[in-house]
């Protein structure tokens, strides 16, 4: 199994799309707490369009929440991207307490043998994880692809 990680900021709806076909994904994983982007430029990333196109391109979804932030571990992201003057389409990396709250309480409680067992359940060999943010640096994606490096598998950033 391997491991690809794709953010949509920056990108259009075709070059996102592209992407996941030329890579051969055959598994999306939404690591996203809210299914939803604002306005229209996005909307694509929405999570019943989104589910619609991927199911159009016989890729399998599924949205694991038990890795999405909490409201409360995302807020201190958005006190950490004020302070900065960032917004959160522009951020290059996650700041400090953001990273140390998120392995904590997210992914220090989070059972990878039970995802990848499920994973291979449904034949999944090219698995994607989606978060909005553009760069993996900029998310939390980039936190659990590190333990997922960690324990063996190769991870490429879309």
């Given amino acids: 199994m391997e491991f690809f990680t794709i953010g949509v900021y920056n990108s259009?709806?075709?070059?996102?799309?592209?992407?996941?076909?030329?890579?051969?994904?055959?598994?999306?994983c939404d690591i996203r707490q809210r299914r939803g982007v604002r306005g229209a430029k996005y909307s694509f990333v929405n999570s019943n369009r989104l589910q619609q196109r991927l199911n159009e391109l016989d890729i399998k979804y599924g949205h694991i929440l038990n890795l999405a932030p909490t409201t409360e571990i995302r807020d201190l992201q958005k006190e950490a991207d004020a302070q900065q003057g960032e917004l959160k389409r522009d951020r290059n990396k996650l700041g400090k307490i953001f990273t140390i709250a998120y392995k904590d309480r997210i992914l220090g409680k989070f059972d990878f043998d039970s995802f990848i067992d499920k994973l291979d359940e449904v034949g999944a060999s090219r698995v994607v994880l989606f978060c909005v943010e553009e760069k993996p640096e900029a998310c939390h994606r980039s936190i659990v692809t590190n333990k997922l490096e960690k324990i063996g598998y190769k991870i490429t950033h879309l």
């Fill in 12 to 28: 259009t709806e075709d070059e996102y799309f592209n992407k996941l076909t030329e890579n051969n994904i055959d598994t999306f």
